[in-house]
């Protein structure tokens, strides 16, 4: 099942998370990771885990839903999620019992003739004894401390009313400190219920998403964040609602070059950003892990249902029985172009275009793509890039750098050859001929199966110019990805990759 690859993926990653965030001291982290790198999935993964749950209550936060909201709805609707978050959690909320000082804004914010009334009273008159005075403020306390009484609701009855109060876009700012205060409460209750043991759990915040925010907004958002985090040197807590751990994620080299276009290069990045992290901010990587399940994914692939069993373990054995599809997109894993979102989208991946032909020209017979099992190596290449322009930028970028590459081999090149220099042999019976590539000449000798006429072995010569005998032939670097390069275009000017 997928489920098992993603468990492959992060157990390089799980101790050292499981170290950094039992660290007392890391109150705020910062979860670093590339875009598609899988940091929800595996934190979703980590906090499932039997122990963690024993361990943890988690709360999540998705601020990608704030970003059309103004800095002071921000802080509502944390709130309204927090509550949500509750709810979803099963928690049962006991009667509140609301303190004198708690009731207070409330009754004055529902009453105020009353206590306009009761503050007049108690203005001393002249001559009048100060017994007065005390006899009007006793009378104040006494509507108060009535009002508190008749105003004790159950839990989520009043969370119940905060929602509705929000989504009718009401409410004002004493309601909000009061259901801040009631919120903080109950996570706080509900840790104190503890495990099984008798051990309280800590509470755990994740604000996640932050990636999908657009650059305008990730700033303002993380400055409310930032906000909810000074509330220490007030209220003697960590945070606004108390959580024990509250871990942004994201990827903080992306947050790094936006700061750096919006505020310049010289301006203190770091000094920004560290008051999100308690240590060191955790950098997560799962590209090597990536790669290592890369072959298990190519291996669920589906293909025609109409293909017997040997058919498919044919079409297996053409498209991964060499390494260049495997090496080619570990390359680009690793140049962070291809992530795990992008591979668990190829899990168990239905490809019917193996049985796909391709015309090269009028002049050329349909040829079975699996003729040269390179064309659907390129397809799969293409699929995981997403589309043919991103493709071409990734690999027009590692021919300009000259990208270290020593995963090919003559054989590839030779496919290579044949397949962007087309119009010279239209797949001809002849299977030794010469071609010029750049003004080159070059000799190609190719072997086909015997039983399927699919090519499976190509050997190269470089002509001399000077007429003797034909050279041996090693293909350089440079080469490799210049026909690479050709080849793709080809195909995409025949619309095969699109």
Not at 70 to 87: A, M, P, T, V
Not at 218 to 240: D, P, Q, W, Y
Request: charge should be negative; proline fraction near 1%.
């Amino acid at each position: 099942m997928i489920s098992n690859y993603f468990k492959e993926v992060f157990q390089y990653s799980i101790s050292d998370f499981k170290s950094h965030i039992e660290d007392i001291d890391n109150e705020r982290i910062i979860f670093s990771g590339r875009y598609g790198s899988g940091k929800t999935t595996f934190l979703n993964d980590y906090f499932n885990q039997i122990d963690a749950k024993e361990e943890y209550d988690v709360y999540k936060l998705y601020p990608v839903n704030y970003s059309i909201a103004s800095n002071e709805d921000i802080f509502s609707y944390i709130k309204y999620d927090l509550i949500f978050e509750l709810l979803k959690s099963g928690v049962e909320v006991q009667k509140m019992d609301f303190a004198f000082l708690q009731a207070l804004p409330w009754f004055v914010l529902k009453n105020p003739v009353k206590v306009l009334a009761g503050i007049i009273k108690m203005i001393p008159k002249v001559g009048k004894e100060i017994n007065e005075y005390y006899t009007g403020l006793k009378e104040l306390y006494d509507e108060i401390e009535k009002y508190r009484k008749n105003e004790e609701h159950e839990g989520l009855e009043r969370l119940a009313e905060y929602l509705e109060t929000l989504e009718d876009k009401e409410g004002g700012l004493y309601e909000n400190d009061l259901i801040t205060k009631c919120i903080s409460s109950i996570i706080l209750q509900k840790a104190k219920l503890g495990t099984e043991d008798g051990r309280e759990k800590k509470t755990v915040l994740i604000v996640d998403d932050l990636d999908r925010l657009d650059p305008e907004h990730i700033f303002r958002i993380l400055n409310v964040f930032a906000a909810h985090f000074e509330t220490a040197s007030k209220t003697g807590i960590n945070n606004k609602f108390g959580f024990d751990k509250v871990v942004i994620v994201c990827d903080i080299n992306n947050i790094r070059n936006i700061f750096s276009h919006r505020h310049g290069s010289l301006v203190d990045f770091m000094g920004y950003i560290d008051k999100f992290y308690s240590s060191d901010i955790f950098h997560f990587d799962s590209r090597l892990a990536v790669s290592e399940i890369l072959q298990k994914v190519f291996s669920t692939f589906l293909y025609s249902k109409e293909l017997n069993s040997y058919n498919i373990q044919l079409r297996r054995t053409l498209v991964f029985g060499n390494e260049f599809l495997k090496e080619i997109s570990i390359l680009m894993i690793n140049k962070g172009w291809i992530n795990l979102r992008t591979i668990m989208k190829m899990y168990g991946k239905t490809i019917l275009y193996t049985e796909d032909t391709i015309r090269f020209s009028r002049e050329a017979p349909n040829v079975s793509v699996l003729k040269l099992s390179l064309i659907v190596q390129l397809r799969i290449l293409r699929d995981m890039f997403g589309d043919f322009a991103n493709m071409a930028s990734c690999f027009e970028k590692c021919q300009n750098e000259n990208t270290q590459f020593e995963n090919y081999d003559n054989n590839i090149v030779g496919f290579f050859f044949i397949l962007c220099n087309e119009s010279q042999h239209h797949f001809s019976r002849k299977k030794i001929f010469e071609l010029t590539f750049e003004g080159k000449n070059y000799k190609i000798d190719y072997q086909e199966d015997f039983n399927t006429d699919y090519i499976k072995q190509v050997s190269i010569k470089s002509s001399p110019e000077n007429g003797s005998e034909t050279d041996i032939f090693w293909a350089d670097l440079s080469l490799f990805w210049n026909l690479l390069n050709k080849s793709i275009h080809a195909l995409h000017n025949l619309g095969y990759l699109k």
